[in-house]
């Protein structure tokens, strides 16, 4: 995805230098000093700094370590890669066990954004210098939550616990999958579900958010049967769901989820020309690849005017619009300074923008829900709970749904240990940074 001439340096570098090593005769054993030494200078190189870490701030830490990180994303995080039939099965089989139910709040629309890669100190609402978002800064009915975090650092677990009932708390009680999910809960609740992304759609392995996505009454994938890199390297600009957003034949009650590519790098592929509006002098922090990051915040922009584009189409109506990110991305501004992307465990890529925007109607329909709404803002929340939080908002009553999860309601567990990735306590480390 960051494929570069840094990237062909180092790999050429490991090239030679491998060749080099398996010319040299070992004539000396491994137990030899010399050699020990050698083995423990390479440990240090690639994991003191990590080790370091971990033992001046906490022992959690420790799953920073690239070899425990690696063996723990490959080997015991392997539940993620599950057959798409499966999930779906899965999912439609406890859907069939519950009953028909009723969302006493009766709103027209509720429409998800979920972005992808966005950072919430990119937005103008977040206090961004550049005027990266102008539209949005521009709408008055709107909502901007300020402690908001992914579970994860990358886009399929995070969406293996945001789209259902599955928590980073329940994780250990029952697979992800064996929870209902967000279309079907809706569904029981006789609203009209779409699904329309501009992701990819892969038939057959571990795409969660397309495996209940599909299981919409209409969905739309821009991207069929094409691997995740093939979408990110080919795909058309998120403006390809605008007609189908615009020609959906809504019914009394819709929920209607829209799956953006976002921020996602290559960034300068994420937007048209006429969004290049920032420049390598529009950066002023001392950091290296400045191309990069202003192409990064263009991407912003970008999405800015897919939003607002998208709050146009139902501000007329009684509708309420959330949007929110998978997870953040690093500029080169984590812990190591030497990030540009995501997938490691930082306070930069937990932190992600949650923003709710409403019509007019909705704010004359819904006072008392607007009122918590606006009270919630400054809570700390994870996204690992948001159908707990849309249940509330919409006024379904099921077994699933915990009053403690979400922060709209009295019974919110306000302390909540939010642990990133599992593995981190957020508030007590990565936060405190």
Known sequence: MYFNSKTIFALIFVLVFSFFILKIKIIKKVGNKFNLFFI??????????DLRRALKYDFERYFNIPFIKFHKEV????EILVE????????????????????????????????????????????????????????????????????????????????????????????????????????????????????????????????????????????????????????KYDEVLLPILNDLKLSDNNFISIHLLGNHGNYKKRYPKTFAKFSESDIKENTKDKKSISEYYNSILYTDYIIYSIYERFKDDDTLIIYLSDHAESLYDDKTKSL????????????????????????????????????????????????????????????????????????????????????????NFLKLD
């Open 340 to 427: 540009l992307g995501h997938g490691v465990s930082d306070k930069i890529i937990a932190d992600i923008p949650f923003i709710i925007l409403y019509s007019n109607s909705f704010k004359t329909n819904h006072k008392e829900l607007l009122d918590k709404l606006i009270l919630s803002k400054d809570l700390a929340f994870m996204s690992d709970d948001l159908i707990h939080l849309l249940c509330d908002i919409a006024g379904i009553k099921i077994a699933e749904f915990e009053e403690s999860r979400s922060p709209i309601n009295k019974k919110y567990n306000k302390f909540r240990i939010r642990l990133f990735a599992n593995e981190i306590n957020y508030d």
């Open 75 to 78: 080997f015991a995080n392997n």
């Open 84 to 235: 798409s039939l499966k999930m779906r099965n899965s999912y439609m089989q406890i859907a069939n066990s519950h009953s028909k139910t009723k969302a006493l709040e009766n709103i027209k629309n509720i429409v998800l954004i979920i972005g992808e890669s966005s950072r919430r100190s990119a937005y103008q609402d977040y206090g961004q210098l550049l005027n990266t978002t102008p539209n949005l800064l521009s709408i008055e009915n709107k909502i901007i939550y300020s402690d908001v975090i992914a579970p994860y650092s990358s886009t399929n677990p995070v969406m293996s616990v945001m789209l259902n009932f599955a928590n980073l708390d329940n994780l250990s009680e029952r697979k992800f999958y064996e929870n209902l999910d967000i279309v079907n809960l809706f569904k029981l609740a006789n609203y009209k579900t779409f699904w329309i992304s501009n992701q990819d759609y892969v038939s057959e392995w571990g795409n969660n958010a397309a495996s209940i996505g599909i299981m919409s009454d209409f969905a739309y994938f821009s991207n069929q049967y094409i691997s995740s890199s093939e979408t990110l390297a080919y795909a």
């Open 40 to 49: 423990v200078l390479i440990l240090f190189i690639n994991f003191g700094n």
